[in-house]
């Protein structure tokens, strides 16, 4: 089986930075993509950025020029490097990732999510 665990949410002022981890494990032949979902209360889960091994990393805009996705393939880890956060980015985020587990199809697998507030 593949599990991915977050960590490295919070309270944050505006203004303030966190980073998001992200480690995936299990019986992984090969990873496709990672990046992270958020949802706020009462709003649609939002794709925030994600990367595609061999392609480029897509970023929602507006989280553009604020946010950095980046991969660590060798340990099957993604980060999220948020930086002049806003109130409007408290959400729950969440870690999903497209996988090809051994002996098994490719599957979308997703973090239970880790909360991140902003505020004064």
């Known amino acids: 089986q593949v599990q991915l665990v977050e960590s490295g949410g919070g309270l944050v002022q505006p203004g303030g930075s966190l980073r998001l981890s992200c480690a995936a494990s299990g019986n992984i032949f090969t990873v496709k993509r990672m990046g992270w979902v958020r949802q706020a209360p009462g709003k649609e889960r939002e794709l925030v950025a994600a990367?595609?091994?061999?392609?480029?990393?897509d970023y929602a805009e507006s989280v553009k020029g604020r946010f950095t996705i980046s991969r660590d393939d060798a340990r099957n880890m993604v980060y999220l490097q948020m930086n002049s956060l806003k109130p409007e980015d408290t959400a729950v985020y969440y870690c999903?990732?497209?996988?090809?587990?051994?002996?098994?199809?490719?599957?979308?697998?997703w973090g239970r999510g880790t909360q991140v507030t902003v505020s004064s």
């Open positions: 990367s595609t091994t061999g392609s480029s990393t």
């Open positions: 999903n990732a497209q996988i090809k587990a051994w002996y098994a199809d490719e599957y979308e697998y």
